[in-house]
């Protein structure tokens, strides 16, 4: 299939998002999907600098709930580029595959930000049970985080799953050097 909306080139950026593009907007093709609409790009910025830098989660906590979303939305895309994110934690990959997994594979805190994602997905929303245990294990800022993170990346995952864009170049290449798992 050909995209309507492929990666924008270098020679083709918006003027009204010029200066995204040395930032991380040029440096990934989701975004350079995403340029297509300059006035989302534009204002999806200063959300992703808090969801995916300031986040109350903390990198590995976050990297969790991302890779548990791209696996929900089917997104090989998100997935890919954050096992290349979570080995740059040294996060090791038994540990990033059992996200795919069942709960009961995976170690506690994994399994706790996991089945929080869970419910966002077959709930629309967290009990007030597992919101609790959230909040006592994380503190409520990660909570409201966590929640974000995953409307988020969700977001993302639907742009992905519509408009298809090729797997980043360097992301490609780590995996195919070492592929998840081996």
Same mark, same amino acid.
């Given at each position: 299939?050909?995209?309507?909306?492929?990666?924008?080139?270098?020679?083709?950026?918006?003027?009204?998002?010029?200066?995204?593009?040395?930032?991380?907007?040029?440096?990934?093709?989701?975004?350079?999907?995403?340029?297509?609409?300059?006035?989302?790009?534009?204002?999806?910025?200063?959300?992703?600098?808090?969801?995916? %830098?300031? $986040?109350?989660?903390? =990198?590995?906590?976050?990297?969790?709930?991302?890779?548990? $979303?791209?696996?929900?939305?089917?997104?090989? #895309?998100?997935?890919?580029?954050?096992?290349?994110? =979570?080995?740059?934690?040294?996060?090791?990959?038994? !540990?990033?595959?059992?996200? !795919?997994?069942?709960?009961?594979?995976?170690?506690?805190?994994?399994?706790?930000?996991?089945?929080?994602?869970?419910?966002?997905?077959?709930?629309?929303?967290?009990?007030?049970?597992?919101? %609790?245990?959230?909040?006592?294990?994380?503190? !409520? %800022?990660?909570?409201?985080?966590?929640?974000?993170?995953?409307?988020? #990346?969700?977001?993302?995952?639907?742009?992905?799953? $519509? #408009?298809?864009?090729?797997?980043?170049?360097?992301?490609? =290449?780590?995996?195919?050097?070492?592929?998840?798992?081996?």
């Amino acid at each position: 299939m050909t995209s309507p909306c492929p990666p924008i080139a270098d020679a083709d950026w918006p003027e009204a998002i010029a200066s995204l593009r040395d930032g991380f907007a040029g440096r990934l093709n989701v975004y350079r999907v995403m340029a297509h609409h300059p006035a989302l790009l534009a204002a999806w910025a200063p959300l992703r600098r808090h969801v995916v %830098q300031d $986040t109350a989660l903390g =990198a590995e906590r976050s990297e969790v709930v991302i890779l548990r $979303t791209g696996h929900r939305l089917g997104s090989d #895309y998100e997935w890919a580029h954050h096992v290349s994110r =979570a080995r740059a934690l040294e996060m090791p990959d038994e !540990r990033i595959q059992s996200l !795919r997994g069942p709960l009961a594979g995976m170690a506690p805190e994994d399994a706790l930000l996991s089945e929080a994602v869970d419910a966002l997905f077959d709930d629309k929303g967290l009990g007030a049970g597992l919101e %609790q245990r959230l909040a006592t294990a994380f503190g !409520r %800022q990660a909570v409201f985080d966590l929640l974000a993170t995953v409307g988020f #990346y969700s977001t993302l995952g639907f742009l992905l799953n $519509t #408009y298809r864009p090729p797997l980043d170049s360097n992301v490609a =290449a780590e995996l195919e050097e070492q592929p998840i798992g081996g």
